[in-house]
């Protein structure tokens, strides 16, 4: 289990070491939920939308807000969930709800830290991968400005079925929350309802939790609930903040969902990238991460994949049927149908089509890397070629380098990666095994279809081949020689 979720007083260290005492916003994310919809093994908050967990769009834009700290509360699947969320976001302070007993019961898992909570609380359900930075931040003006206790983000659905619908009085207080099963006709018309995010002073939030009951149908504790309980003291002033946008606050239940919402953010990156002067011609068909970069003037091909913080400059063409994970890619360089990951491309390369680049990779400028080839962890330097059919691994190829078709760096011995250095001005002849460790010198030849086991001294020519023999009708006894064979095995 984790530490963060069992031990009290590390977790009060870990928030003296973050310096962040003068903070007063604390912010819960609801994932504790199975999501027995998804039929999967995986919590839903960690199944990806445009190459990222759900969850990782909900935690970037909650620390956006700069809080004092996050919380995240998990159940079903916790291990691999805790796992991610200490992998990206290592200030998030995992809480355990042992079991799903409702939303209200999960906010009430956070109460054993309330001494570190700031003075008010933003409760964010952990599946609205849509849900903006902006929509978070207006919600927080929004009950400033108003000098309220509580605030809940609503929107207007078109079709409101399915969700809770906002019950107010004439001076537009929100006096509760009807569910669709409990709504009467009348109730059943209204068109705002609940998003699931809320925003409560934190004393107000814990000390009217105690009082929600669970007799309900399910017998869970409902966080909706709170909000007439708090309404029905008049005491507190609670509004609801409508947002503009409805797919905003549209969360994931099932696979359909994630589908939908998947489609509705790869328009929006696209489109978000279109306007800054990139060319993607069919959006549809391309998909790119919300991290990735693409200089101006580039042009995005059709069923292209971009994703991990990649970075592509200016004046590229990329496609079409290119993937590209975590690299870095120059200006003026075209790829064609390639596969990149973990690797930096130089300005004005030629990559392609249907080539492997693999991590650790690091081309110059002006490098050409043609049809079929795979390069592997390896420096391939300015104005040097690796035209087609070659694999290089582990290797150091110098500028001006000509590596011929069909050549392979032999980096593995079967117990460990051996290093190829080829030097400057180097003319690999075709189908030349270079079995490392071993050291091209400047200049240097190597005769098509070698063998080269030994180092190349600079400026020479290594020929490593058999004698040819050529046999007199040589082709003719051969022949007759298999047909005498295929025919006995037919008797």
């Given at each position: 289990?984790?530490?963060?979720?069992v031990?009290?007083?590390?977790?009060?260290?870990?928030?003296?070491?973050?310096?962040?005492?003068?903070?007063?916003?604390?912010?819960?994310?609801?994932?504790?939920?199975?999501?027995?919809?998804?039929k999967?093994?995986?919590?839903?908050?960690?199944?990806?939308?445009?190459?990222?967990?759900?969850?990782?769009?909900?935690?970037?834009?909650?620390?956006?807000?700069?809080?004092?700290?996050?919380?995240?509360?998990?159940?079903?699947?916790?291990?691999?969930?805790?796992?991610?969320?200490?992998?990206?976001?290592?200030?998030?302070?995992?809480?355990?709800?042992?079991?799903?007993l409702?939303?209200?019961?999960?906010?009430?898992?956070?109460?054993?830290?309330?001494?570190?909570?700031?003075?008010e609380?933003?409760?964010?359900?952990?599946?609205?991968?849509?849900?903006?930075?902006?929509?978070?931040?207006?919600?927080?003006?929004?009950?400033h400005?108003?000098?309220?206790?509580?605030?809940?983000?609503?929107?207007?659905?078109?079709?409101?079925?399915?969700?809770?619908?906002?019950?107010?009085?004439?001076?537009?207080?929100?006096?509760?929350?009807?569910?669709?099963?409990?709504?009467?006709?009348?109730?059943?018309?209204?068109?705002?309802?609940?998003?699931?995010?809320?925003?409560?002073?934190?004393?107000?939030?814990?000390?009217?939790?105690?009082?929600?009951?669970?007799?309900?149908?399910?017998?869970?504790?409902?966080?909706?609930?709170?909000?007439?309980?708090?309404?029905?003291?008049?005491?507190?002033?609670?509004?609801?903040?409508?947002?503009?946008?409805?797919?905003?606050?549209?969360?994931?239940n099932?696979?359909l969902?994630?589908?939908k919402?998947?489609?509705?953010?790869?328009?929006?990156?696209?489109?978000?990238?279109?306007?800054?002067?990139?060319?993607?011609?069919?959006?549809?068909?391309?998909?790119?991460?919300?991290?990735?970069?693409?200089?101006?003037?580039?042009?995005?091909?059709?069923?292209?994949?971009?994703?991990?913080?990649?970075?592509?400059?200016?004046n590229?063409?990329?496609?079409?049927?290119?993937?590209?994970?975590?690299?870095?890619?120059?200006?003026?360089?075209?790829?064609?149908?390639?596969?990149?990951?973990?690797?930096?491309?130089?300005?004005?390369?030629?990559?392609?089509?249907?080539?492997?680049?693999?991590?650790?990779?690091?081309?110059?400028?002006?490098?050409?890397?043609?049809?079929?080839?795979?390069?592997?962890?390896?420096?391939?330097?300015?104005?040097?070629?690796?035209?087609?059919?070659?694999?290089?691994?582990?290797?150091?190829?110098?500028?001006?380098?000509?590596?011929?078709?069909?050549?392979?760096?032999?980096?593995?011995?079967?117990?460990?990666?051996?290093?190829?250095?080829?030097?400057?001005?180097?003319?690999?002849?075709?189908?030349?095994?270079?079995?490392?460790?071993?050291k091209?010198?400047?200049?240097?030849?190597?005769?098509?279809?070698?063998?080269?086991?030994?180092?190349?001294?600079?400026?020479?020519?290594?020929?490593?081949?058999?004698?040819?023999?050529?046999?007199?009708?040589?082709?003719?006894?051969?022949?007759?020689?298999?047909?005498?064979?295929?025919?006995?095995?037919?008797?």
């Open positions: 289990m984790n530490k963060n979720t031990n009290e007083k590390s977790i009060e260290n870990k928030f003296k070491d973050l310096n962040i005492a003068n903070k007063d916003l604390s912010i819960i994310i609801l994932a504790a939920g199975k999501g027995k919809r998804m999967s093994d995986l919590p839903k908050v960690l199944h990806k939308i445009c190459f990222r967990p759900i969850i990782y769009y909900v935690l970037s834009n909650a620390y956006k807000l700069n809080p004092k700290n996050v919380f995240t509360v998990v159940g079903f699947g916790r291990d691999v969930l805790q796992q991610y969320i200490e992998e990206n976001f290592k200030d998030c302070i995992s809480v355990l709800q042992e079991e799903q409702g939303t209200a019961h999960a906010v009430l898992s956070v109460e054993k830290h309330k001494k570190v909570l700031g003075k609380v933003l409760i964010i359900a952990g599946d609205m991968p849509l849900l903006s930075y902006e929509t978070l931040l207006k919600t927080l003006k929004f009950k400005e108003n000098n309220l206790n509580a605030v809940l983000v609503t929107a207007i659905a078109e079709n409101p079925y399915g969700y809770g619908r906002i019950i107010k009085n004439n001076e537009g207080c929100v006096l509760k929350i009807v569910e669709e099963t409990d709504a009467s006709p009348k109730e059943k018309a209204i068109k705002e309802v609940n998003s699931s995010i809320y925003c409560f002073d934190t004393d107000i939030l814990f000390n009217y939790l105690k009082r929600i009951s669970a007799q309900n149908a399910q017998s869970e504790f409902y966080l909706t609930d709170i909000i007439e309980l708090i309404s029905a003291e008049k005491k507190y002033s609670i509004k609801s903040y409508i947002i503009d946008n409805f797919y905003e606050v549209e969360g994931v099932d696979r969902q994630l589908s919402l998947e489609k509705k953010l790869q328009r929006k990156i696209n489109e978000k990238l279109m306007l800054s002067g990139v060319t993607i011609r069919d959006p549809d068909t391309v998909y790119i991460d919300i991290e990735a970069e693409i200089g101006k003037d580039t042009i995005i091909e059709p069923f292209c994949f971009i994703s991990g913080k990649t970075k592509i400059g200016n590229c063409v990329i496609g079409p049927f290119t993937q590209i994970n975590e690299s870095i890619i120059g200006n003026k360089t075209n790829i064609n149908k390639s596969f990149i990951q973990g690797s930096t491309i130089g300005n004005f390369n030629n990559i392609g089509p249907t080539s492997y680049i693999r991590p650790g990779t690091v081309t110059g400028d002006n490098v050409k890397i043609g049809a079929c080839c795979e390069i592997k962890k390896s420096i391939i330097s300015s104005n040097s070629k690796v035209p087609h059919l070659s694999y290089i691994g582990d290797a150091e190829v110098g500028s001006n380098v000509n590596v011929g078709a069909a050549t392979v760096t032999c980096n593995y011995d079967g117990f460990f990666k051996n290093k190829t250095i080829i030097e400057d001005n180097v003319f690999i002849g075709s189908d030349t095994m270079l079995v490392a460790p071993v091209i010198g400047k200049n240097a030849i190597t005769a098509a279809g070698s063998v080269i086991s030994e180092d190349v001294p600079q400026d020479s020519l290594a020929i490593e081949r058999t004698k040819q023999v050529n046999i007199v009708q040589g082709a003719i006894k051969f022949r007759e020689k298999k047909k005498n064979q295929k025919d006995n095995l037919n008797k």
